[in-house]
């Protein structure tokens, strides 16, 4: 492989980094869904499998810290409008006038989003704080796959969100339509997943 000459650059930490792009969702005090537009989520396989997530954003740090929980649902190409809107906003859901509609969780009262075909309710177990920012660092207690996504995947023992593993996973994960996933990413400007490789 040929060598590829580098420079240090001067840019925010973490700009020039692709990332997925996801809203957070938690729960206000009167019990009305807020969401947030955050790109800084991460997955730590465990155990326990879990979620690292940073924010600064006061009106979801408050919610988050106060019930413990929230919601990481996946933003996506087709969904792009609604999330560059909650990203640009931090308002509640309600309060923006967003036509779209929300179930609560499986396992914790967070915000599923009806449009996002991937979703992770989480319950913090530590928080650290760090500058403006706050890292949580939470258990991923139920996830949610849209269901044409699903096909070939086998289904958890009475929808308790069991782990899925083995051989027939990674079948599936193999034949999985990342572009039917459609995760929007960040990188200075909004863009799509391309081809696989």
Known sequence: M????????????GEFSPVLVNV????????TP?????????????????????????????NILRTGEFSVNMGTGATHDFVENVCDSDGDIHNNKLEY?????????????????FVIECKVLQTHSLGD????????????LAKN???GLQQGVDNNCAW???????????????????PLMWLGHWYRIGDTI
């Open 101 to 117: 509609d929300y179930t609560w969780g499986e396992k914790i009262k967070v915000p599923i989003l009806d449009v996002s075909p």
């Open 2 to 13: 040929k060598k590829i000459e580098k420079q240090i650059i001067p840019v925010m930490p």
């Open 34 to 62: 807020h969401l947030c537009g955050h790109s800084w989520v991460s997955f730590n396989p465990g155990p326990p499998k879990s979620i690292i997530f940073s924010t600064y954003t006061k009106s979801t740090l408050n």
């Open 164 to 182: 899925q593993t083995g051989d027939a996973y990674y079948e599936w994960l193999l034949n999985l339509n990342v572009k039917e996933l459609d």
């Open 149 to 151: 996504l699903t096909v």
């Open 133 to 144: 920012y706050n890292i949580f660092f939470a258990e991923i207690v139920c996830q949610h």
């Open 24 to 31: 957070i969702g938690t729960r206000n005090e009167d019990d």
